[in-house]
């Protein structure tokens, strides 16, 4: 017998009784649904963190943090190690140390509140160089960013975020040029940084001032919480990560590595991780929905078995005609895995529209720019999983019915 | 020979009570014969016919089909001489429900090695033989009994099978339509030189066969040739 037809005979087998084979594939076809969904959606943060993280800062960019690579909770305190201070940054900016560095800017940060008049508000800023402007993507609305003679000068003048301003200031007023206090200091303001909108890494909420200003007169450290540089091109990313190493090495007058007192991290890293922490998260949430797909395919096995039971006589007639065991086998697995496919189909056509009419919405309320995204790994996945299931779950009664001896199946009332 | 036991028993294990279905049965049956076995319920006469028909094992004594010992055959080849070499007709007429006359009638040969091509020619071929060919896109809870028994026997025909084994093939059916069956068993037999075994309780029945094989307790009581044989269609005429 040739497999198409029997597949006929397997669909003719399923339509014999229609609305117990539609309520049998359910489990099967909320199952994939749900995995698509998830893997749709998950899909779909990924593409949209990540793109704002490129979007955010350049990929030439490298981060020199204090401490430790942190490899675990414990490891969070190196966050406030000082190992980092102003001679670094002078070895680091001599060409014949890093050649191929073309910008370098320390960075000191932290949360203070910032008092206008009576208004009072709880913003973080950074102490930046006029470097950050094309390192972090930083554009102005209005007056102008830091400045290379704010930095030297040690000026009390700040950039504020939209934020800040809507908070401080009524609309419509006129910032430039006005006192704000920081930790009770004046500090002027020289610009405002352009509304970013809704999106996960913002400095609407933030001010910049220069970094000497911040470690002097808001923090008064002398060290710096992070050192961030810029190779020249993409390709010297890798030759300039070991130069910086060298070059603080040598500072610090380390030479075990594994006693390095700073690390190292790009944004390539940075977008691998999170990357994988999303990935993670939604493979996660996936195998939680395919949970439903064991309680389907339990289903699946359960109808069978009754089905089973219910054509005792169809069996022993087709046996009597000739069948062999091994036709009665596939014909009761092509059943269940012809179940199991439908269910899997109706699964993926289902899942996709819900994720496509999530993304529309996510676009629309939410105001987020997310895509959707169709995927075609999960759709495959689906349509693999849900044949397995059919496999798995219809083969015990499959054999049930192969092992049936044609007489007694032909006697049983 | 078509059909040689000798010294076959069949013992049915049941919840560790033995029952002796079969005891020590000898005959033989030639091919082109036409045999009705007889016997009350209970006699043994239905495990004869399921020994006969491959659809049940033997526990001891020798049966040999063709000339070959039906002992030594696998499972599938037990299944392929089935399809090919014999063919079934039931008391009650085991139908596929809600599948067409011609889907049914095609049923043996979705297990035989004719190719797919040839399947609608040989149904219809044999849809015609029983005279069904106005019935054959009904579903069967659309024909009467007789003509149900009718696609059953066109099922049966439909690989041109040696012998024929018809269990208690009027037994669900007016006379009128019983008397048409057993017509066509008859032509069957005598036009085409089909071996038929008939099983059936009814002493009227029995005697439009050759031979009769009276079983009883397991045991065969009688073996005869029947005299006056009944012939169906004269039976019409009248």
């Given at each position: 017998m040739t497999l198409s037809y029997s597949f006929k005979t397997a669909v003719a087998g399923l339509k014999r009784n229609k609305s117990r084979s539609v309520l049998t594939i359910l489990g099967i076809v909320i199952g994939i649904t749900a995995i698509m969904l998830v893997m749709s959606l998950g899909q779909g943060a990924k593409n949209l963190i990540v793109g704002e993280i490129q979007g955010q800062v350049g990929s030439r960019v490298i981060e020199i943090a204090p401490g430790k690579q942190p490899k675990g909770p414990t490891d969070i305190f190196s966050m406030f190690s000082d190992s980092l201070k102003q001679k670094d940054v002078d070895a680091l900016s001599q060409k014949s140390n890093v050649p191929y560095l073309s910008k370098i800017m320390p960075l000191v940060f932290g949360s203070e509140s910032v008092v206008y008049e009576s208004e009072t508000y709880q913003a973080s800023f950074y102490g930046m160089s006029d470097a950050a402007a094309n390192m972090y993507n930083i554009t102005v609305g209005e007056g102008r960013f830091l400045t290379e003679d704010d930095v030297k000068g040690y000026a009390s003048v700040v950039v504020i975020g939209s934020k800040v301003q809507e908070e401080l200031f009524s609309e419509g007023e006129d910032v430039i040029g006005k006192k704000i206090k920081i930790k009770g200091k004046n500090f002027r303001i020289i610009g405002v940084l352009e509304k970013k909108g809704s999106g996960f890494i913002s400095f609407d909420n933030a001010m910049a001032v220069p970094y000497t200003t911040a470690q002097q007169y808001i923090l008064g450290i002398k060290y710096f919480n992070e050192i961030i540089v810029e190779a020249d091109s993409d390709e010297h990313v890798a030759q300039t990560i070991e130069d910086l190493k060298t070059t603080i090495r040598n500072s610090h007058n380390i030479t075990d590595p594994e006693k390095d007192d700073f690390y190292i991290s790009t944004q390539a890293d940075a977008l691998k991780m999170v990357g994988t922490v999303i990935s993670i998260l939604t493979l996660f949430l996936a195998v939680v929905a395919a949970i439903s797909l064991v309680v389907g395919g339990v289903g699946i096995m359960n109808i069978m078995l009754v089905s089973v039971t219910e054509r005792t006589r169809e069996i022993g007639l087709r046996k009597a005609l000739g069948a062999t065991p091994a036709n009665i086998m596939w014909q009761f697995l092509l059943e269940a895995v012809t179940l199991t496919l439908v269910g899997g189909l109706i699964g993926i056509i289902l899942g996709s529209l819900f994720s496509f009419l999530a993304s529309l919405s996510l676009s629309i309320f939410a105001n987020l720019n997310w895509e959707f995204s169709f995927p075609v790994s999960a759709a495959l996945l689906g349509i693999g999983v849900s044949g397995i299931v059919g496999l798995a779950f219809g083969l015990y009664p499959a054999r049930e019915a192969a092992k049936k001896s044609p007489m007694e199946a032909l006697r049983y009332e | 020979m078509l059909i040689q036991i000798k010294n076959l028993s069949k013992v049915y294990h049941d919840e560790e009570v033995e029952t002796m279905a079969l005891n020590n049965v000898s005959f033989n049956i030639k091919e082109g014969e036409f045999v009705a076995i007889m016997g009350p319920s209970g006699s043994g006469k239905s495990t004869l016919l399921h020994v006969l028909g491959f659809l049940d094992r033997h526990s001891s004594g020798e049966y040999l089909f063709d000339g070959k010992d039906s002992g030594r055959y696998s499972e599938n080849e037990l299944a392929r001489i089935r399809n090919r070499e014999m063919g079934f007709v039931f008391q009650a007429f085991n139908l596929l429900a809600r599948t067409s006359v011609l889907e049914n009638v095609k049923l043996p040969l979705l297990y035989s090695d004719i190719p797919q091509k040839k399947w609608d020619t040989l149904a219809k071929k044999a849809i015609e033989a029983v005279d069904l060919s106005h019935r054959i896109n009904h579903e069967p809870a659309q024909l009467s009994g007789g003509e149900k028994q009718r696609v059953a026997i066109a099922r049966a025909l439909v690989l041109d099978p040696k012998i024929i084994f018809a269990d208690e093939?009027?037994?669900?059916?007016d006379s009128k339509s019983g008397k048409t069956v057993i017509g066509i068993l008859q032509k069957l037999n005598e036009e085409q030189g089909r071996t038929i075994i008939l099983i059936t309780h009814e002493t009227n029945t029995a005697e439009h066969a050759q031979r009769i094989i009276h079983v009883v307790d397991g045991e065969i009581e009688s073996d005869r040739e029947v005299k006056n044989r009944h012939k169906a269609d004269e039976e019409f005429k009248k």
């Open positions: - | 093939p009027t037994g669900n059916l």
